[in-house]
C-alpha cells in the first residue's frame, strides 16, 4: 500500500541515490521549485547521490545548461542521464537507418550532436520522409496541436515499414499552466497504427541501464534496494521504477493533481482510487518534492 509521507527527509535516510525526474518535480518547464531544490540539498548534504533521470531528448550537457537557466542549481545533483542520450546512441549505431525523417523543434536538433562514445558510429542523414529509411521523434512540430495531424504521414510511413524512434516517451508535460503534446503521444499513435515505435526513456530498460552507468562512474556501488525514483508520472516514472524493483516516490500535484485532489499534499481516498485506475503502486505519494 502506497504510504502518504510530508516530506523525503521521512524516508531519504533509507536511500544512497535518488533517481529524480525533472519536469514536475524539480521544475514546472519554467522556473526551479524552490522546495524541490531545498530537499535535494538536504539529502546531498547528507551523502546520497542524486541523479537527474529525464526524458529530454537532449544531451545531458544541454540539459544541465537549460535547468540552470530556470534556477536548478549545479550543486543540488550529481549527474544526469536523459533520453535523449540513450536514443542517440541507438541512432547512431544505425537503429532506424542512416536516413532519417526527423519530428521536432529547432530546439531538439542537437540531438544530432555526434557521440564520442558510439564506435563506428553511422553518418545520420535528416532526408523528407519519403526518402527516409526511419523516423526520429523528439517531439511534435507544434506541442499544442493534436497527434492526429501527423496520421497522413503515418500512414505512408507504415507503408514503408519504417520505425519510429521516440526520443521522449512523455505523452504530455505542464509548461507552468499549459499541457502540452510530446514525442511520446505520436509514438504512441503510430503504435496504434500498426507501426513500430522505439522508447529509450521511462519506463523503458535503457534509460535505467545508463542511470545506473552514471551511478557507477560517481563511484558508488548501489544496489535496488538503496535507489528511490521520485517523479510525477504514474505510467513513466512509477512503471518504470516497478519494472526495475526499485521504490519509488509519487509527485502526486504534478501530472494527476486534478485526479488525486492534490493541493498541499493528495487526497488520500482521490489518490487510491487514481492508483487503482492505473494499476500502479507507488512505495510512498507526496503533494510536491520538498
Known amino acids: 500500500m502506497t504510504q502518504i509521507i510530508t516530506s523525503l527527509s521521512e524516508i531519504s535516510d533509507r536511500y544512497d541515490a535518488l533517481f529524480v525526474d525533472l519536469w514536475g518535480c524539480v521544475h514546472n518547464g519554467i522556473s526551479a521549485l524552490p522546495e524541490a531544490v531545498a530537499a535535494l540539498h538536504t539529502y546531498k548534504a547528507g551523502g546520497g547521490k542524486v541523479v537527474l533521470v529525464t526524458n529530454s531528448p537532449r544531451p545531458r550537457d544541454s540539459v544541465a545548461h537549460q535547468i540552470k537557466g530556470m534556477g536548478v542549481p549545479d550543486?543540488?545533483?550529481?549527474?544526469?542521464?536523459?533520453?535523449?542520450?540513450?536514443?542517440?546512441?541507438?541512432?547512431?549505431?544505425?537503429?532506424?537507418?542512416?536516413?532519417?525523417?526527423?519530428?521536432g523543434e529547432?530546439?531538439?536538433?542537437?540531438?544530432?550532436?555526434?557521440?564520442?562514445?558510439?564506435?563506428?558510429?553511422?553518418?545520420?542523414?535528416?532526408?523528407?520522409?519519403?526518402?527516409?529509411?526511419?523516423?526520429?521523434?523528439?517531439?511534435?512540430?507544434?506541442?499544442?496541436?493534436?497527434?492526429?495531424?501527423?496520421?497522413?504521414?503515418?500512414?505512408y510511413a507504415k507503408a514503408k515499414g519504417l520505425k519510429l524512434l521516440c526520443a521522449n516517451p512523455d505523452i504530455v508535460v505542464d509548461r507552468g499552466e499549459t499541457?502540452?503534446?510530446?514525442?511520446?503521444?505520436?509514438?504512441q499513435l503510430y503504435t496504434e497504427m500498426g507501426g513500430e515505435s522505439l522508447y529509450f526513456g521511462k519506463p523503458f530498460p535503457p534509460i535505467y541501464d545508463l542511470a545506473r552507468r552514471r551511478l557507477a562512474a560517481l563511484g558508488v556501488d548501489v544496489p535496488n534496494i538503496g535507489i528511490l525514483a521520485i517523479g510525477d508520472g504514474i505510467q513513466t516514472d512509477i512503471k518504470g521504477a516497478m519494472g526495475e524493483d526499485i521504490d519509488s516516490l509519487f509527485i502526486s500535484g504534478g501530472l494527476a493533481a486534478e485526479q488525486t485532489k492534490t493541493s498541499h499534499q493528495p487526497d488520500p481516498d482521490a489518490l487510491s482510487d487514481y492508483l487503482k485506475k492505473e494499476m500502479m503502486s507507488p512505495s510512498f505519494a507526496i503533494g510536491q518534492l520538498r
Open 75 to 103: 550543486d543540488c545533483w550529481d549527474t544526469i542521464a536523459t533520453s535523449g542520450d540513450s536514443a542517440r546512441a541507438a541512432m547512431f549505431r544505425g537503429i532506424v537507418g542512416q536516413k532519417v525523417y526527423f519530428i
Open 106 to 155: 529547432d530546439r531538439d536538433l542537437a540531438f544530432f550532436t555526434p557521440l564520442k562514445i558510439v564506435e563506428d558510429a553511422i553518418d545520420i542523414q535528416q532526408v523528407p520522409l519519403a526518402e527516409a529509411e526511419g523516423i526520429v521523434c523528439a517531439g511534435p512540430f507544434d506541442p499544442m496541436a493534436d497527434p492526429s495531424v501527423y496520421r497522413a504521414d503515418f500512414l
Open 179 to 187: 499541457r502540452e503534446w510530446c514525442a511520446g503521444a505520436l509514438a
